[in-house]
């Protein structure tokens, strides 16, 4: 690698990762820190916590929440009264934990991952989503959470949705440290198939639709063995092992016109989607590329072969309906897949040993599917304005499910024996999407969602609870900034161990970024004597373009002697997407924005801030609507913007950003060889 006069990291070599040196014209580590890391300290002895023992870890990270598709969040408004929202387990343990309400990821999926696993700021490690290019996801000179533990005598598993990086065996759940591992690598996959996209792949990544062979995405590394494709694990289904890749539109029309094929009107089913296509998003299908022309010029229908894939059973593809276990037993949802896994690794635990699982649950990330039992419980909401494609109910239920296997794994820890000496940390990676709706969350009051900086797509529902936590605290919200990556050097100090990277330094890659919350978060009180707390948090990435960092957050302290009240301020830079907001039941049929992905969502939903920024105080505006960098701002005003761009600048110099490079189809090559799964291919 070498860092260009931009800050891009760019890739000069390289055939093999771990061959990778980066060289830097880069200030020194400690003003690395500076920018990332501004913290509040007093000069008192710190406290800790004194347990015996080092704390079992269990770390559960669900998938694309929304903010107000949990108990705590919605039992005041017509959602959570409702029964919309039903999520008991993940309530108890808010109200016997303690409730982190302000706590940030990045925008969307894998940054956020990389930053939990390696400790660092998304800007430092990751900021891109690919999967299928070289240079995704950690490098592997970072050492992260799993290898610090093992060397600390953790034992360490993971289960769930990686998405850290597949390119090399290093990148690997077992190439980062834990010693056992069931995962998959993508973005998502069919939870009752366990396919993701397939081969050929095409330029952005994808299966060319309709037209590819499906990939199954499960891998499994064994405890003391070698590492592979997770064979007879995942389920076989009777419309084939068939994963229709998701597409915000797509997933809609296949709804709303599936009732007319299993009605026996196929014919109508095929105008409905072609009719529904072009009008909701003016295409065809991702990926789907051949379309006949009217002679007026207008794109008229797109290929039946992708119309007949979304007509056809679209209810057995969101249920699993006519899917079946390798041993032609009922087939078993994917997070009950991983849940069964990690409670076979918690019941053969040594309780004398720490632990830490890292559960990353596929729920409630699209594609919309959950078991009919439970879809059942929630058909209600039919009569309550759900979209007619159902959106809303299905991810309700999808979330239900979520708290569901969640409850699995306390209960697996209580009856181990674990849970009273268990640090749990449980938090959303992202804000969920909208898609006009598609995906079904809901993020209100918070403007926006996943792929925006604004509050609804950055700022997640979060808690901690177990056994360690004091009696003094349960029950408590802790409302300083927390951002995800903390939590590495939290767990770090909690195991008695730091957060020093000599292979990161060596390889000329920034340092930890995330800071010790321990003392705030698990002493008697909020603000204990020596107590680290989070002042400032550089946000992601601008939506136009990943090569600039977008924003900044910069919590100012309560003063004592004037009586000035703590203030949050946030700067954002550049074209903001999804400047809107939902109600609380939403998405609901009355609703026709589409809230699109950058770089082109429709006008209406854009703001521009500009180079200058805007600037928003969250504490007294949560719902991001007063922009108080104005033209008539008082003098203040245009104080605190100068210096938090100041500190922009510093941030946007050292940041790591940089190419994933082209889609490498030797992915492919080494999935075929592997019978169709997905795994390293160099």
């Given at each position: 690698?070498?860092?260009?006069?931009a800050?891009?990291?760019?890739w000069?070599?390289?055939?093999?990762?771990?061959?990778?040196?980066?060289?830097?014209?880069?200030p020194?580590v400690?003003?690395?820190?500076?920018?990332?890391?501004?913290?509040?300290?007093?000069?008192?002895?710190?406290?800790?916590?004194?347990?015996?023992?080092?704390?079992?870890?269990?770390?559960?990270?669900?998938?694309?929440?929304?903010?107000?598709?949990?108990?705590?969040?919605?039992?005041?408004?017509?959602?959570?009264q409702?029964?919309?929202?039903?999520?008991?387990?993940?309530?108890?343990?808010?109200?016997?934990?303690?409730?982190?309400?302000?706590?940030?990821?990045f925008?969307?999926?894998?940054?956020?991952?990389?930053?939990?696993?390696?400790?660092?700021?998304?800007?430092?490690?990751?900021?891109?989503?690919?999967?299928?290019?070289?240079?995704?996801?950690?490098?592997?000179?970072?050492?992260c959470?799993?290898?610090?533990?093992?060397?600390?005598?953790?034992?360490?598993?993971?289960?769930?949705?990686?998405?850290?990086?597949?390119?090399?065996?290093?990148?690997?759940?077992?190439?980062?440290?834990?010693?056992?591992?069931?995962?998959?690598?993508?973005?998502d996959?069919?939870?009752?198939?366990?396919?993701?996209?397939?081969?050929?792949?095409?330029?952005?990544?994808?299966?060319?639709?309709?037209?590819?062979?499906?990939?199954?995405?499960l891998?499994?590394?064994?405890?003391?063995?070698?590492?592979?494709?997770?064979?007879?694990?995942?389920?076989?289904?009777?419309?084939?092992?068939?994963?229709?890749?998701?597409?915000?539109?797509?997933?809609?029309?296949?709804?709303?016109c599936a009732?007319?094929w299993?009605?026996?009107?196929r014919?109508a089913?095929?105008?409905?989607?072609?009719?529904a296509?072009?009008?909701?998003?003016?295409?065809?299908?991702?990926?789907?590329?051949?379309?006949?022309?009217?002679?007026?010029?207008?794109?008229?229908?797109?290929?039946?072969?992708?119309?007949?894939?979304?007509?056809?059973?679209?209810?057995?593809?969101?249920?699993?309906?006519?899917?079946?276990?390798?041993?032609?037993?009922?087939?078993?949802?994917?997070?009950?897949?991983?849940?069964?896994?990690?409670?076979?690794?918690?019941?053969?635990?040594?309780?004398?040993t720490?632990?830490?699982?890292?559960?990353?649950?596929?729920?409630?990330?699209?594609?919309?599917?959950?078991?009919?039992?439970?879809?059942?419980?929630?058909?209600f909401?039919?009569?309550?304005?759900?979209k007619?494609?159902?959106?809303?109910?299905?991810?309700?239920?999808?979330v239900?499910?979520?708290?569901?296997?969640?409850?699995?794994?306390?209960?697996?820890?209580?009856?181990?024996?674990?849970?009273?000496n268990?640090?749990?940390?449980?938090?959303?990676?992202?804000?969920?999407?909208?898609l006009?709706?598609?995906?079904?969350?809901?993020?209100?009051?918070?403007?926006?969602?996943k792929?925006?900086?604004?509050?609804?797509?950055?700022r997640?529902?979060?808690?901690?609870?177990?056994?360690?936590?004091?009696n003094?605290?349960?029950?408590?919200?802790?409302?300083?900034?927390?951002?995800?990556?903390?939590?590495?050097?939290?767990?770090?100090?909690?195991?008695?161990?730091?957060?020093?990277?000599?292979?990161?330094?060596?390889?000329?890659?920034?340092p930890?970024?995330?800071?010790?919350?321990?003392?705030?978060?698990?002493?008697?009180?909020?603000?204990?004597?020596?107590?680290?707390?989070?002042?400032e948090?550089?946000?992601?990435?601008?939506?136009?373009?990943?090569?600039?960092?977008?924003?900044?957050?910069?919590?100012?302290?309560?003063?004592?002697?004037?009586?000035?009240?703590?203030?949050l301020?946030?700067?954002?830079?550049?074209?903001?997407?999804?400047?809107?907001?939902?109600?609380?039941?939403?998405?609901?049929?009355?609703?026709?924005?589409?809230?699109?992905?950058?770089?082109?969502?429709?006008?209406?939903?854009?703001l521009?801030?500009?180079?200058?920024?805007?600037?928003?105080e969250?504490?007294?505006?949560?719902?991001e609507?007063?922009?108080?960098?104005?033209?008539?701002?008082?003098?203040?005003?245009?104080?605190?913007?100068?210096?938090?761009?100041?500190?922009?600048?510093e941030?946007?110099?050292?940041?790591?950003?940089?190419?994933?490079?082209?889609?490498?189809e030797?992915?492919?090559?080494?999935?075929?060889?592997?019978?169709?799964?997905?795994?390293?291919?160099?």
């Open positions: 690698q070498r860092w260009t006069r800050g891009q990291c760019q000069s070599r390289p055939i093999k990762l771990s061959h990778l040196s980066c060289v830097m014209h880069r020194t400690s003003t690395f820190a500076v920018t990332f890391v501004t913290v509040a300290l007093t000069s008192a002895p710190r406290e800790v916590h004194t347990g015996a023992l080092r704390p079992h870890v269990l770390f559960t990270l669900v998938d694309d929440v929304g903010w107000n598709n949990v108990g705590w969040h919605a039992r005041d408004n017509s959602a959570g409702g029964g919309e929202v039903v999520t008991p387990t993940l309530d108890a343990l808010v109200a016997s934990g303690i409730e982190l309400d302000r706590a940030y990821t925008k969307y999926c894998s940054p956020s991952r990389c930053a939990i696993q390696s400790g660092r700021n998304p800007t430092h490690v990751n900021v891109g989503n690919e999967v299928f290019a070289e240079h995704t996801g950690i490098p592997i000179n970072m050492t959470l799993g290898t610090k533990l093992k060397q600390l005598g953790y034992r360490t598993v993971f289960a769930g949705k990686w998405h850290a990086g597949m390119s090399v065996s290093e990148q690997t759940p077992r190439g980062r440290g834990y010693m056992a591992a069931l995962n998959y690598f993508n973005p996959n069919d939870y009752w198939t366990m396919t993701y996209s397939g081969c050929p792949l095409n330029t952005s990544g994808d299966a060319a639709f309709g037209t590819h062979t499906p990939v199954v995405d891998w499994e590394a064994v405890e003391g063995g070698g590492e592979g494709p997770a064979y007879t694990l995942n389920n076989s289904c009777g419309l084939g092992r068939t994963f229709i890749p998701f597409d915000g539109c797509g997933d809609e029309l296949g709804r709303r009732p007319a299993v009605h026996g009107d014919a089913c095929t105008r409905c989607a072609m009719q296509n072009i009008s909701l998003c003016g295409r065809c299908p991702r990926s789907s590329h051949s379309m006949t022309t009217a002679a007026d010029g207008n794109k008229s229908e797109c290929v039946p072969a992708a119309i007949k894939r979304w007509c056809q059973g679209w209810d057995n593809y969101t249920t699993g309906a006519h899917c079946n276990t390798a041993a032609g037993e009922t087939a078993v949802y994917e997070d009950d897949v991983f849940a069964n896994y990690a409670e076979e690794r918690i019941r053969e635990h040594n309780t004398t720490p632990l830490l699982l890292f559960f990353a649950l596929h729920a409630a990330h699209t594609p919309l599917q959950v078991q009919a039992d439970v879809l059942s419980r929630f058909d909401m039919t009569t309550r304005e759900d007619p494609e159902r959106t809303r109910q299905v991810y309700a239920a999808m239900s499910e979520a708290d569901r296997v969640i409850g699995r794994l306390v209960s697996s820890f209580k009856q181990q024996g674990l849970w009273n268990t640090l749990h940390i449980c938090l959303s990676d992202g804000g969920p999407s909208y006009n709706g598609t995906s079904g969350a809901n993020n209100y009051p918070l403007k926006g969602g792929m925006s900086n604004w509050e609804g797509g950055i997640v529902s979060s808690f901690i609870s177990g056994g360690i936590v004091s003094a605290r349960r029950g408590t919200v802790y409302r300083g900034l927390v951002s995800a990556f903390d939590f590495y050097a939290t767990i770090l100090s909690l195991a008695g161990g730091n957060t020093s990277d000599p292979a990161a330094e060596a390889a000329g890659l920034p930890v970024d995330g800071i010790d919350l321990s003392a705030v978060l698990l002493g008697s009180t909020p603000t204990p004597p020596g107590g680290l707390e989070r002042l948090l550089v946000i992601g990435t601008q939506d136009e373009t990943v090569q600039n960092v977008a924003g900044l957050l910069w919590m100012v302290r309560a003063e004592s002697q004037t009586g000035a009240p703590a203030r301020y946030k700067l954002l830079t550049g074209v903001q997407n999804q400047n809107a907001h939902s109600a609380p039941l939403s998405p609901n049929s009355t609703e026709n924005a589409t809230l699109g992905f950058p770089p082109a969502p429709p006008d209406e939903f854009t521009d801030c500009t180079d200058q920024g805007c600037l928003y969250l504490l007294g505006d949560a719902e609507r007063i922009d108080l960098a104005s033209p008539s701002a008082p003098p203040r005003v245009a104080q605190i913007v100068a210096h938090m761009q100041i500190r922009l600048r941030a946007r110099r050292t940041s790591l950003i940089r190419s994933a490079g082209p889609t490498d030797r992915a492919c090559v080494a999935a075929e060889k592997r019978g169709g799964y997905w795994g390293p291919w160099l």
